[in-house]
């Protein structure tokens, strides 16, 4: 437990950098309490009066009475030259009096775009226009009013004096901001009450007054208990008087306020923000009350909210953000949490019965204790009204710890999209080197989505970096494809090819197959492991020791594949004995011996490949001569044209180099 201030009067104390995590503040007075770059985490605020002390308080209010007097000042200025020069007897005389009324006309039209639309960019844009207007009116009326006395020299008299400088004083009072105008009693009415709109929208937190709002925190802030840069995470304010307190950042740090407990605080709204959570007036609503009943909330940032216990049945969340936030026993059910980020979010005793969690992001998230009897894995029905309802059976519910089991299971699979995907080897190479680094990961499914797209499912262990292991899947295929020189063209991978793929994937030193389907016409691959695959026009599948009819040229390409894939990478300016076989291998794949001679050369280049793997000595290097030597006894009867013959050729000192031996 931290150090005890509870009930103290910590008035003006200065706590500034100071350790304080798991301090004791209830019910203290810390109004005017330094506590930037402070570490808080865990500190009890409950019931604390935060805010300013009494000199403070009497400053800014002699503050604001001066920023009024200098506004109506403006004010009266700006009506002295418009009232004594536009409308004087000789201007109207010598100009018209049309220079004067656009002069109403633009202060009256700025007056209501200000009402209307604050203190915002498009209202500037309005008032822009509106200037241009009114300069280009007051001129044509001026040329073609000059010295012609057009209109009443008596308008210029009393009344016209009053109506503009009621409006002059209400602009130049809106411009000095709210909270201005109020102390010194500027006694223009149109003055007052448009002081008083804007102020009362800016507390409800319109963002079109949201200028206005943020000059009145800060200057609100002034003098208050000071929080900037202190860490508050898990930190408690509940019922904790919090105005003139500010939460912006310090020079040094960033105020952190992950999982801050705000239920119940009071004044947190005249707090200053800075850039946290509740800089957003309905987030402020919903940390302090803990309802967002039916709310919508979509696309909102709740990084590290603290919604312990909050009311959140049927609220929009799609696309919102609750990485790290905590959500203990909140309702949540019939919410809409379709796509939302909540990595590391505490779901714990969280009810989420008839929720939407379709794509949601659940990370390193804690769904302990869940109280779920069914959800829905689609925010939009089908064409026949199926959201894909967990249980399918409708009349069946989960009880207490299923939705827990299916969805942290579902929590630990990544899929990937691997596109244009036309070499089973490639995909097959590529998998088996994903293991070397993920060696407990597991292959699920393989599914076609176009004629050359695959998206590849993956069960991984708990924390494991998903983005990782998308990122290394990628990559690999890639380096594969770019090794071979594939060209890209679109043909539909055949089943076939497919079926040996896997077969060679199930061979693996360290097999990681659970359950594989494949789909292209009539043709389904299906294989698990200690399951047959064969081939045909219906489902490849069977029970029993790992066989294939008609597959022992794959299984052999498999292991050769194996084999290359487990040969180090390769270092500059060093022999690349992995590039050679891997284009040999291809090479005689394709090549026109019978699939006996085939199978053959594959075992060479699947010895040499192994060779490469141990230390040289001369039983190695002797071992790799001879299968050179029965590689081109294999090849001896193919044309000089054939490109596995030319392949040889280029390959063959690379061997001998890696292996420190004379050129063959």
């Not at 800075?274 to 990084?303: A, C, E, M």
């Not at 599948?541 to 194996?562: K, M, V, Y």
Request: hydrophobic fraction near 40%; proline fraction near 3%; aromatic fraction near 8%.
């Amino acid at each position: 437990m931290g150090r005890d201030f509870s009930g103290q009067n910590l008035r003006g104390r200065n706590f500034r950098g100071q350790d304080l995590r798991g301090a004791i503040f209830v019910n203290a007075d810390i109004r005017g309490a330094n506590f930037t770059d402070a570490e808080l985490q865990g500190a009890d605020f409950t019931g604390a009066i935060a805010g300013l002390q009494k000199r403070w308080a009497i400053g800014q209010s002699v503050l604001a009475f001066g920023l009024s007097l200098a506004s109506n000042f403006v004010a009266i200025i700006f009506n002295v030259v418009i009232t004594r020069y536009l409308f004087q007897e000789d201007t109207i005389k010598e100009i018209s009096i049309v220079p004067g009324i656009f002069i109403i006309l633009y202060l009256l039209g700025i007056l209501l775009v200000l009402a209307k639309e604050g203190f915002t960019t498009r209202s500037f844009s309005i008032v822009s226009v509106l200037t241009v207007i009114t300069f280009a009116g007051a001129v044509v009326g001026a040329f073609v009013g000059a010295g012609s006395g057009v209109g009443s020299v008596a308008f210029a008299g009393a009344g016209v004096d009053a109506f503009v400088f009621v409006f002059a004083v209400a602009i130049a009072g809106a411009g000095a901001g709210a909270g201005a105008f109020g102390v010194a009693g500027a006694g223009a009415g149109a003055s007052l009450i448009l002081g008083l709109y804007v102020n009362w929208r800016a507390g409800k937190g319109d963002e079109k007054f949201a200028l206005i709002r943020s000059f009145r925190l800060v200057f609100g802030s002034l003098g208050g208990t000071s929080f900037k840069g202190a860490n508050l995470t898990a930190a408690n304010f509940a019922q904790a008087k919090l105005k003139s307190a500010t939460f912006a950042n310090s020079r040094n740090c960033q105020t952190t306020l992950t999982r801050t407990n705000w239920k119940d605080s009071k004044k947190l709204d005249q707090a200053r923000p800075g850039n946290s959570l509740f800089s957003n007036f309905k987030v402020l609503q919903l940390l302090t009350t803990g309802q967002g009943i039916n709310q919508d909330f979509s696309q909102f940032n709740l990084r590290g909210a603290n919604l312990d216990s909050a009311q959140l049945n049927g609220a929009n969340l799609k696309n919102a953000d609750l990485t790290q936030a905590s959500l203990r026993q909140a309702d949540l059910q019939n919410a809409n949490l379709t796509e939302l980020q909540a990595v590391g979010t505490n779901f714990t005793k969280a009810y989420l019965t008839g929720a939407c969690l379709e794509a949601w992001n659940i990370d390193q998230a804690n769904l302990s204790d869940i109280d779920c009897a069914f959800y829905f894995l689609r925010e939009t029905p089908d064409a026949k009204g199926n959201r894909d309802r967990r249980p399918h059976d409708p009349d069946r519910t989960y009880e207490l710890g299923d939705a827990e089991k299916m969805l942290t299971e579902a929590r630990n699979v990544v899929e990937v999209l691997l596109k244009q995907c036309t070499n089973a080897k490639d995909l097959a190479q590529s998998l088996q080197r994903l293991t070397e680094t993920y060696p407990e990961s597991i292959l699920q499914k393989l599914e076609r989505k176009d004629n050359s797209d695959f998206l590849v499912t993956l069960t991984v262990p708990p924390d494991t970096d998903k983005a990782n292991v998308e990122t290394l899947l990628h990559t690999a295929y890639d380096e594969i494809r770019a090794l071979r020189g594939e060209v890209k063209d679109l043909h539909t991978l055949r089943a076939v090819d497919l079926k040996d793929a896997l077969l060679a994937i199930a061979h693996h030193p360290k097999p990681f197959i659970q359950t594989i389907q494949q789909t292209t016409g009539d043709h389904t691959v299906t294989t698990q492991e200690n399951q047959n695959i064969s081939a045909g026009s219906g489902s490849f599948i069977n029970t029993g020791t790992l066989n294939a009819t008609n597959s022992t040229l794959g299984i052999i390409s498999g292991n050769a594949t194996t084999s290359i894939g487990q040969l180090p990478t390769p270092i500059a300016n060093e022999p690349d004995l992995k590039t050679a076989l891997t284009d040999l291998q291809t090479a005689i794949e394709s090549s026109s011996l019978s699939d006996d001679d085939k199978a053959e050369a594959l075992e060479q280049v699947k010895s040499i490949a192994e060779a490469g793997n141990t230390p040289k000595d001369n039983a190695i290097q002797k071992g790799v001569k001879t299968a050179m030597k029965m590689l081109k006894g294999t090849i001896a009867d193919l044309p000089a044209t054939e490109d596995l013959v030319k392949v040889m050729i280029k390959i063959a000192p690379i061997v001998a180099a890696f292996f420190g031996m004379p050129a063959m």
